[in-house]
Structure formats: C-alpha cells, structure tokens
C-alpha cells in the first residue's frame, strides 16, 4: 500500500512539473470560493444537459441563465476582498469568465425560445470558455 501511495505521489509531482498552464497565485479564500463556483458550475452544466437531452429545452435555458449566464455573476460581490476571485486574475483569465457568462445567456435565450437545434447548436459555445480557462490557467 506504500508503495501505491508512493508511486501515486511521484506521479503526480511529474504531472504538476509538466503542467504548462499560467499559475494563477490567489488568496486561499479567493481559491475557495473559485473551486467551489467551479464544482457548482460543472452541476449546472450537467443539468442543462440532463434537461436538453429530456427535451426540457425551456427549462435548460432557465437553468444555464441562472447558474451560469450573466443573471449568476456577482456572487462573490459581498464577500470580503481576498474571497472574491475575480480582482486576483489576470485580466484574460478574468475576460474568458465573462465571455463564458456571455455564452451561457446567449445559449439560455435561444433554448427559452424552445428552439433544440439553436440551443444545441450554441452549446459549444457555452462550454469552449471552460475549456479555454481550464486549459490555460491553474491555481496550484
């Protein structure tokens, strides 16, 4: 078992080495309070999938507004200043957040319309910024 847990750690020590993402330094609270909007996130982004593909097309587009379009940003704003994330990123790392927002209430208003093939046919959009931030930056 020791040596599992060994191998386990040196393995991951050579993944962080070669990781090549931006190394984003914020305060533990801001780091918190990301990771945790972050796993929120990924449970908003499951349920619009999981209403689209039950054909809930109108409420997909409730659920991508509310969680993650512009309607959802500011939820750091009454913390203190060292648990709201957004003033400690790089402004790029700051502008995809704000585009994926974008993308996530462009996507909401072509599904509230119930149209399926524009809402899926801006889905991408909505997720590209994920992927963009999540490939490009890490915080440790």
Same mark, same amino acid.
């Given at each position: 078992m020791k040596a599992l847990v060994f191998a386990l750690f040196l393995a991951s020590t050579a993944a962080v080495a070669d990781d090549a993402r931006q190394l984003v330094k914020l305060p533990p609270p801001a780091q918190d309070a990301l990771r945790e909007e972050m796993q929120g996130n990924l449970v908003a982004l499951n349920?619009?999938?999981?209403? @689209?593909a039950a054909g809930k097309v109108r409420e997909a587009?409730? =659920?991508a507004?509310? #969680? @993650?379009?512009?309607?959802a940003m500011g939820r750091h704003r009454d913390k203190p200043f060292d648990a709201r994330p957004?003033? +400690?990123?790089?402004?790029?790392? +700051?502008?995809? &957040?704000?585009?994926? +927002? #974008?993308?996530?209430?462009?996507? $909401? =208003?072509?599904a509230k319309t119930g149209d399926r093939d524009k809402a899926l046919a801006l889905l991408p959009n909505l997720?590209? &910024?994920?992927? $963009?931030? +999540?490939?490009?930056?890490?915080?440790r």
């Open positions: 349920e619009v999938l999981s209403l @689209l587009g409730e =659920a507004e509310t #969680k @993650l379009g512009l309607s957004g003033p +400690h990123m790089p402004p790029a790392m +700051h502008g995809i &957040g704000m585009d994926g +927002h #974008k993308a996530a209430s462009e996507f $909401a =208003a072509a997720t590209s &910024g994920c992927v $963009a931030c +999540h490939f490009s930056y890490r915080t």
